[in-house]
């Protein structure tokens, strides 16, 4: 079983910078991967970037892409989204969650999910 607990969101004018935190519970979290989505008012929750458990393979959306940054720490057992350059439709909810092992893109291949951070990017 792992808990997140995300933090680190805001209020931001387009062109600033938030990073996210996901502080995991449990001795296993080595052995996740870790996946950030968002969630806009009246759209499906999407893919925003994720790690596998190592840390050695990372992915983003085209949309994040060269701005959005995931990394880890597995000694603090966190995970942290760099946002950069961000802008108005970057505003979501972010979310943390985690897997056993490979990286993966979807919502529903994801076990444990945190209960989410506001991001708002204003113009």
């Known amino acids: 079983q792992v808990q997140l607990v995300e933090s680190g969101g805001g209020k931001v004018l387009a062109g600033g910078s938030l990073r996210l935190s996901c502080a995991a519970s449990g001795r296993t979290f080595s052995s996740y991967a870790m996946g950030w989505f968002r969630q806009a008012p009246g759209k499906e929750r999407e893919f925003v970037a994720t790690m596998n458990w190592s840390g050695t393979i990372t992915d983003y959306a085209d949309s994040v892409k060269g701005r959005f940054t995931i990394s880890r720490d597995n000694a603090k057992n966190t995970v942290y989204l760099q946002m950069n350059s961000l802008k108005p439709e970057d505003t979501a909810v972010y979310y943390c969650?985690?897997?056993?092992?490979?990286?993966?893109?979807?919502?529903?291949?994801?076990?444990?999910w945190g209960q989410g951070t506001q991001v708002t990017v204003s113009s």
């Open positions: 969650a985690a897997r056993t092992v490979y990286a993966r893109y979807r919502v529903d291949e994801y076990d444990y």
